[in-house]
Nanobody, 120 residues
């Protein structure tokens, strides 16, 4: 059973920094893609950043220049370094891992979400 565990959310002042971390377990395979999405209250979930197994990254325009996604040395771990945070970054952040398991094609798995609140 695949599980994603996120950590690192919290309350920070505008201009501050936070690092989110995520570890996916339950598959013997490396994830094809890992990433972060967020859901602002009352809005659909949206992409923040993704990273492939080969290290290719993709960022939302709102994240470019401020956020950095990276994969950890441990298998199926990913972090999101967030700098220069703004109140509009306040959201629940979700980790995503696209991975195969034994007998199953790759599919997207999600963490439970971690709250990030940026005060003005």
């Amino acid at each position: 059973q695949v599980q994603l565990v996120e950590s690192g959310g919290g309350l920070v002042q505008a201009g501050g920094s936070l690092t989110l971390s995520c570890a996916a377990s339950g598959s013997p395979f490396s994830a094809d893609v890992m990433g972060w999405y967020r859901q602002i209250l009352g809005k659909p979930r949206e992409l923040v950043a993704t990273i492939t197994g080969s290290g290719s990254t993709n960022y939302a325009d709102s994240a470019k220049g401020r956020f950095t996604i990276s994969r950890g040395n441990a298998k199926n771990t990913v972090s999101l370094q967030m700098n220069s945070l703004k109140p509009e970054d306040t959201a629940v952040y979700y980790c995503m891992s696209r991975m195969a398991t034994i007998g199953r094609r790759p599919q997207d798995y999600w963490g439970q979400g971690t709250q990030v609140t940026v005060s003005s």
